[in-house]
């Protein structure tokens, strides 16, 4: 039952939204949908995702080859290194990089050096690519830790040279995890609204913020939404395709053997110096702007306007994670004990709220209160519900692992012994899952923290939180006043990726 | 009546129009041990959880002393039924000490008396120094034990075991299970054990069922089944037996080697099952030359040896003593000691002396 509820309130938002575009008569409707403009916002869309694609993959595959297959020292750090960017949100990068350069930046202020601002296509791109990448590197790493290195050995002894074993044997089996991480990154940029706006590059989540914010046309805001969701299955779609009947396991038994490492003589240089620039622009450029920033322009009287946004991102983001860890016990119970059709379908439904862009999922949630509960406008409670709908899919799995640790046999156990079933389950299951609910309360709370769009779109009036705040300083170019707000935020997302790591770090 | 549990037409399918378990029938007496033996997907586990009420059987009743648990539009829940079950995994509560696990079953016990009776309990299965240890920090039989110790608690008239014994080595196993026999036969309580191990069943049980696809093909104390099986599966699946076509007249029948008797008269074509201990053989003498065997292969296993004989193109298995000594190669005269055991279902015609080991 919790569960169905949970299916149900995903999907009848996004029907008010369909019920909202249509709203439209017909000829207007034809209009806005075969806008000149709805052409130019696919185009720049497509464009950053697959710029962002291209530039993730050139950065991720030789730090992942360099951290899982050569001899080059201190392979761990770097492998902390590779993924620590996903600490710092698309939106603090962009902040970064506009306080960085520019005739008011850093390397003005310090060097004297008036670099021109980036802004627009390659702003946007350099911000979210150097976030991202981590998801496909996270991805790589472990696809080329786990291929059998037998199947390299055997090329080689039918005479191909490394180069090429690289290419015809080890690259077509990183397919699967390119896959997998490729629409991570696809969906992200779909759905990123920090960076995009803070470089004026106008994609369809900038737009529907737009028309929505600015010129208040909700019915073309509905249909741009829509045409976002559109992109978003396509993109769905396209990855579940590929990815059927890719599956690459180990054939035949063996000893598992762990991967080869080749030594890189010379080749190390290179290697440090590629890692080097990657540190450099993607952690150490964030960390040294908001740290120069607060040096600046450090006054006390802004603590309290911290303090006033931190506990603002707390109050929302608290009741959040506990709504949805909530939520996905029996969403991952259903789908664990009683695995059926309907019940995996049930769980996909979580999944979908997680991918549907934050922007168009946050204004569905706006039309549907407005037409079902106009009390529920505007206020904290809506924005919690929001915030433990969109980040339910990130609850469900350390629960569904914790579940899967749990026996069924644990369950009847304690019902033979008299207990009846809701009592079994909070005697017998309960307890062996609590780590994982408390893994992935945090989850959601860190990731409601430096949530943007939503919070955007959903907060009370006057509400403010940390993201909300970073955006709005960055957006007039007040990079002082930005960066204490920047510095939190960086510190919850280390924390985040910290528990990632230690979780990953742990299971292996 | 004695009868304590009555199962009646129980039946389950998963997956129509397979039937895991087809119309099973039993009972168990008041301080029996019961055992429900087969080979593994022959639906014995299904069966006792039908039983235990953890799934609901699509027909058929269970009646525990008088009292309809599953049938019509009955069902008790499990937590009302009153029957233990010791899981194959044990099933013990990783996050709770020995004595928690033990007193979670102590509900209607008042809480001031729960420790002092698990304590009792650990005592009584030599756990005592066990009581504050993590079920981890237990070795499989200690594990085991508890699980047991848990199910015992709550003084359930009746235990199912949910082959309890598989997960020890050999030599746990047989003493885990003269332990367990003898704290169940003092505890007054009765017991349905579900095995695969024949050898487990025969010397736990005071009666058996030997379960084949769902079904029940015999039910009798071990003696019964081991020496006068009704089918063909139950010979074959306790212990080694010769199985051999033969043409019945009354009370004897027309074998490879010679004249034997029967343990109930037939006539016509019939399978019968005769043990390799209940066969001995012997130098020929003039009178034999028609029933000549020959030694194939000889295994001395110390206190008794095993012949292969092969007698007019047929092979079958002669369990001796080893004082009875011949060669490979030697032409021998094979004679039955006890009576052949005629099977039903004899309709399925048999290709030669099949051996099953």
Redesign the interface.
Same mark, same amino acid.
């Given at each position: 039952m919790p569960a169905i509820l949970v299916g149900i309130s995903v999907l009848v938002p996004l029907l008010y939204l369909l019920l909202r575009a249509f709203e439209a008569d017909s000829e207007l409707s034809m209009e806005l949908v075969f806008r000149y403009r709805n052409l130019e916002l696919l185009y720049n869309t497509l464009l950053l995702a697959l710029s962002t694609l291209l530039a993730g993959t050139l950065i991720a595959l030789p730090m992942a080859w360099i951290t899982t297959r050569s001899d080059i020292p201190g392979r761990k750090i770097l492998t902390l290194l590779g993924v620590l960017p996903l600490a710092i949100p698309g939106y603090v990068m962009a902040y970064a990089l506009l306080g960085f350069t520019g005739a008011n930046g850093t390397v003005a202020m310090l060097f004297g050096i008036d670099l021109p601002r980036l802004s627009g296509f390659s702003g946007a791109l350099t911000a979210i690519s150097l976030y991202t990448f981590p998801y496909l590197y996270l991805n790589f790493r472990s696809a080329l830790a786990g291929l059998d290195p037998s199947l390299e050995e055997v090329s080689r002894s039918l005479g191909y040279r490394p180069r090429v074993v690289f290419f015809r044997v080890v690259l077509p089996q990183l397919r699967p995890a390119y896959y997998a991480g490729a629409l991570i990154i696809f969906l992200y940029v779909l759905g990123d609204f920090g960076a995009v706006s803070l470089m004026r590059f106008e994609t369809f989540s900038y737009a529907i913020y737009l028309q929505y914010a600015a010129s208040y046309d909700r019915v073309y805001a509905a249909w741009l939404a829509l045409m976002l969701l559109t992109l978003t299955s396509t993109a769905l779609v396209v990855e579940y395709r590929l990815l059927r009947g890719l599956f690459f396991h180990r054939i035949g038994s063996g000893n598992e053997k762990r991967a080869n490492i080749i030594p890189l003589g010379h080749w190390k240089w290179p290697a440090y110096i590629f890692v080097t620039i990657l540190v450099l622009l993607s952690i150490f450029l964030p960390l040294s702007t908001i740290l120069y920033w607060m040096i600046e322009a450090f006054d006390a009287g802004q603590l309290a306007g911290l303090r006033q946004a931190l506990s603002g991102s707390a109050m929302a983001s608290a009741p959040a994670a506990l709504l949805a860890s909530a939520l996905a016990v029996p969403l991952a119970y259903i789908g664990v004990r009683h695995p059926s059709r309907l019940t995996r379908g049930i769980e996909r439904i979580a999944y979908l709220g997680y991918a549907t862009p934050p922007l168009a999922f946050a204004l569905s949630l706006i039309f549907f209160t407005l037409n079902a509960a106009p009390i529920l406008y505007q206020t904290l409670s809506l924005l919690i519900v929001a915030y433990a709908l969109h980040f339910l899919a990130e609850a469900i799995g350390p629960v569904r692992s914790s579940l899967y640790q749990a026996s069924p046999r644990l369950e009847e156990a304690a019902r033979s012994l008299g207990y009846g079933r809701l009592k079994a389950f909070f005697l017998a299951t309960f307890p062996i899952m609590r780590n994982g609910l408390i893994v992935s309360a945090a989850f959601v709370f860190m990731s409601a923290m430096k949530e943007l769009p939503i919070t955007f779109l959903l907060a009370p009036v006057g509400y403010e939180t940390l993201a909300v705040n970073v955006w709005s300083y960055t957006a007039e170019a007040m990079f002082a006043q930005a960066a204490p707000y920047a510095l939190v935020i960086l510190l919850f997302s280390t924390l985040f990726v910290g528990l990632l790591f230690a979780k990953e770090w742990t299971s292996r | 009546m004695n009868t304590l549990l009555l199962t009646s037409g129980l039946t389950k399918c998963f997956e129509p129009p397979e039937k895991v378990v087809d119309r099973v029938t039993f009972s168990v007496n008041r301080h029996e041990i019961f055992s429900l033996l087969g080979p593994s997907g022959c639906g014995k586990t299904t069966t006792l959880r039908m039983i235990?009420?953890?799934e609901r059987p699509d027909e058929g009743d269970v009646i525990l002393n008088n009292r309809k648990l599953t049938g019509g539009k009955t069902f008790v829940?499990?937590?009302? &039924?009153?029957?233990?079950?010791v899981?194959q995994?044990y099933?013990l509560?990783?996050?709770l000490p020995v004595i928690r696990n033990v007193m979670?079953?102590l509900?209607?016990v008042p809480r001031k008396h729960r420790e002092e009776r698990a304590l009792e309990i650990l005592c009584m299965m030599g756990l005592r120094e066990f009581r504050d240890r993590s079920p981890f920090e237990l070795s499989g039989g200690q594990q085991q034990r508890v699980a047991l110790a &848990?199910?015992i608690a709550?003084m359930p008239e009746l235990i199912l075991l949910d082959e309890p014994f598989s997960n020890l080595d050999a030599v746990l196993r047989q003493s885990t299970r003269d332990e367990i026999r003898t704290l169940l036969i003092n505890a007054g309580m009765s017991a349905l054990l579900v095995t695969h191990d024949q050898e487990e069943a025969l010397s736990f049980a005071d009666r058996i069922a030997v379960m084949n696809e769902g079904r029940i093909e015999q039910i009798g104390t071990p003696e019964e089944v081991y020496y006068r099986p009704r089918t063909r599966f139950v010979a074959q699946f306790l212990g080694t037996t010769n199985l051999i076509a033969a043409e019945a007249i009354g009370a004897t029948a027309l074998t490879e080697f010679g004249r034997v008797n029967l343990d109930r008269p037939a006539t016509g074509r019939v399978t019968l099952s005769i043990r390799p201990e209940h066969l001995t053989i012997e130098k020929p003498e003039k009178h034999h030359s028609n029933y000549l065997g020959e030694i194939i292969s000889k295994d001395f296993k110390g206190h008794d040896i095993t012949y292969r004989v092969r007698i007019k193109a047929r092979e079958c298995l002669v369990h001796t003593g080893n004082r009875v000594n011949f060669h490979a190669g030697d032409r021998v005269h094979v004679r039955p000691l006890e009576t052949a055991v005629v099977l039903e279902e004899s309709n399925v015609p048999i290709t030669g002396t099949k051996v099953a080991v």
């Open positions: - | 235990a009420g953890f829940e499990p937590e009302n &039924r009153g029957i233990g079950f899981f995994d099933a509560f990783p996050h979670f079953g509900k209607n &848990r199910a709550p």
